[in-house]
């Protein structure tokens, strides 16, 4: 079974996949994530720094990289995320802008004003979306959705806000409607959420709960989170 966990920022995602592909012994596909790619797609800059382009080249580079990763698995694996969300990301900025923390003063209802550079953002964010739902549809066989319990984290690396992310996830949650993917919403707590997904899915399970969850934190522990600016400054000194 291919399975993607599915959800916004700050829902539990990785930590999600990770305990989940301990738990049940399923593999876990890994893909770049924007911090790991920023690097080399716009050096010396934050997310919330970044031009139209440099999201578009961001946002493919990242889709290539999770679809390699994932024909490597094709007898199943469980993925963090799918391409799907950095296309949903992009589109939601049509809306609030490239950097979505500066249209923070936006009403719900409200748009920003369409610049010539966000109208050619729009445009590739469309016909992106095609290529995109149709790799989704023919790689995934269900999703567990995590919704938005958790408060996002102000760790200096999101530069979104909570409009961003509601908008993202009713979009991403209709986005898989649309395609006729079955999709499961499971929240609570890690080992609620392991337990409900093995029982949804009917998966098998390698260990107890407690040491799939010690050993997916032992993991995302692991992980180097530093932005460019952390990772440069870690070099120099």
Known sequence: MRIGISGTYSSGKTITAMALSHYTGIPRTRAKTMRE???????????????????????????????????????????DGASLQEWIYGSVRVTVGINPNASIHLKDLDS?????????????????????KRHVKATFDTFIHLPNELPLAEDG?????ERFRSMSDEFLMKTLTELEIPYHIVGGSMPERLTKIVGVLGLPTVTDVEKAIRA?????????????????????A
Not at 39 to 68: F, N, W, Y
Not at 114 to 129: A, H, N, R, S, Y
């Open 112 to 132: 920003v004003e369409k610049t010539p550079e966000l109208i050619f953002f729009e445009d590739v964010m469309q016909q992106l979306g095609h290529a995109m």
């Open 37 to 79: 790619i920023l690097p080399e797609a716009a050096p010396g800059k934050t997310l919330d720094q970044c031009t139209a382009s440099e999201l578009i080249q961001m946002i493919v580079v990242r889709h290539v990289d999770r679809a390699v990763h994932e024909s490597r698995r094709w007898d199943g694996f469980i993925s």
């Open 216 to 236: 997916a934190q032992d993991e995302y522990a692991a992980m180097d989170v530093r932005d460019e600016t952390e990772r440069a400054e870690a070099a120099s």
């Open 157 to 161: 690396h999101r530069p979104v806000n």
